[in-house]
């Protein structure tokens, strides 16, 4: 066994070694989430998927049509050139090729390329991403004709800040819709592109899909605990909540979207969860976060639960690698 | 108020739409610390990290030298074609510019290239990086001369696995050392190189400096603490601790060095120090992390806290953007 006098004094010596070198910044990287009016004709779908591919800086991470929405989601990431030139790309090949006329589909809609998101990931804040987005927006109405509705962090009106808010009445009534005075759009003209509609840019978070199972077939008790901390009905405010069964496993689930990671953190969701449901004598089985999430909204965990003091992303080795 | 229905609903959508579009591999990537005996002569430092950064495919993200130890240490990443050609360059460099016969210095060495370590960050295993350095350390020994140790998880004789051991009696003392049956090197002359004596080149974990300091100034308490979790006194076999004073703040400090976090995780030690110190009446302050730590260890910390059944390290949207 060795003395604890040499572990301390190895131990200090390999702590006096691990100190972070330099400290540059990230690389810009802006997630966009582009939602387009068009997801049966293929031919149509791949041609918006190649023009993305062909900007420079920017990468196509995945791109998913739905036939019964008529409707398909682009998901790219590029830096704040990049991801501009993208979208202008994009509603260049979609009102040529999409007109709101003659489209039929499950899901609500305003325009050929209907919804277009701003995400900052790493190496950018909000306020360029609201940025980005006004300007895309302005860029949009003058070069193609199309009204545009900032939503979201971008919106300059309470009233208009939700996507459901303004998509209400859909394409069909948006002609009359736009003629209210409450109604003139951001940027663009005071009535809707004959074929294109309108279309709703803005700046948000990444979104974090979290399910929390609890070890109990009791759906009383997952509808109350979604009650309880959704913001809808006076819980957190960048919670949307729901109760489930889990028919095949005789169990339930509170089903969540959090909104904003940052200001509303996984853990304190997690730990008021696990704190109502102790109330009805049911322990949490498992938590699951449906596919993507940021590094950020992870490790904010560890160091709330490790209760780190004082630390820096850069001190992740991969974040080191990547600048 | 939305009613819960709908809030289920958009739930729901958002969800089904989170799925994880294509798994790809990740990007090989291998860190290699090597330590080097020469710490005061800034031109032949320079020299060697120049030659470093002339190799393709691999990056030096760090490089410092103390002049009373009279050693640098390197750190760089790459794929393995690259660490491999770069730690062949640095031999190179080394060999001709240092002659173990004059150098003096606080720290223990044995080499003029004195310890190459490769450490599996991503997109490779251990398996990988051990055969990477057998492959280095045949290599080494038949181009240079040098006889070649294998060490920690290279290492092909338990007597030799920890550097410490194969250190003893330095440079001095290593041509008497080697002349013994159970100092045959793995690769290489049964003597040492004249001026560049003999290296140990091996495979390890990435190692976390972590410390928890706790909310109390007794001494004893850390000292307890530590010796109830380090593995030389029974405690967690991947655990180095030591108790000390932080006198500036009148707090003492469980400080600890974690050699393999996969097998004795971050959140395991920080629930048994929490533990052990309830017992003394004394709460945990907070942690901290010393320099760099993987992404994997935290997100361990998250997985383990918030129960996240399932969960993949390409659900982490930044490892998407960087496959």
């Known amino acids: 066994m ?39 004709r293929s031919e ?34 590029g830096d ?13 090949r979609a009102t040529a090729d999409i007109d709101l006329r003659t489209h039929r589909g499950e899901h609500p809609r305003l325009g050929a ?7 900052p990931i790493e190496g950018v804040t909000m306020a360029d991403c609201v940025a980005l987005a006004k300007r895309v927006g302005a860029e949009v109405a003058a070069r193609f004709g199309v009204p545009i509705y900032l939503y979201e962090e971008a919106s300059t009106n309470a009233a208009r800040r939700h996507l459901e808010d303004i998509r209400r009445g859909e394409f069909e009534g948006l002609a009359a819709k736009m003629a209210t005075a ?24 990444p979104l974090v899909a979290y399910n929390i199972n609890l070890a109990t077939n009791r ?27 889990l028919e095949d496993r005789g169990i339930v689930q509170v089903s969540m979207n959090l909104t904003n990671y940052e200001k509303t953190p996984i853990f304190r969701v997690f730990e008021t969860v696990k704190r109502e449901a102790e109330r009805y004598g049911v322990s949490i089985l498992e938590s699951e976060i449906v596919g993507l999430v940021p590094a950020a909204a992870l490790n904010a965990a560890a160091e709330f639960y490790l209760q780190i003091g004082g630390f820096k992303p850069e001190q992740i080795l991969e974040n080191k690698l990547r600048t």
Request: aromatic letters at 6%.
């Open 80 to 92: 704040s050139a990049g991801v501009e030139q993208a979208v202008l790309t994009l509603f260049e």
């Open 113 to 119: 390329v209907d919804v277009v998101p701003f995400i």
């Open 44 to 77: 149509v779908i791949a041609a918006m998927a190649e023009a993305i591919r062909g900007v420079p800086g920017v990468r196509l991470l995945d791109h998913s049509s739905d036939p019964s929405h008529n409707r398909s989601v682009f998901t790219l990431v």
């Open 182 to 205: 409450d109604w003139a759009p951001d940027f663009g003209p005071a009535a809707p592109h004959p074929s294109a509609g309108a279309s709703v840019i803005g700046a948000r978070m």
């Open 219 to 245: 759906l009383d008790v997952a509808k109350k605990i979604a009650a309880a901390i959704r913001h809808s009905s006076g819980g957190f405010r960048y919670v949307k909540a729901a109760g489930f069964m």
């Open 2 to 40: 060795k003395s604890a006098a040499s572990i301390a004094k190895a131990i200090a010596e390999v702590q006096q070694s691990h100190h972070i070198p330099d400290i540059l910044p990230f690389k810009m990287l802006i997630e966009c989430v582009p939602n387009v009016s068009e997801g049966r």
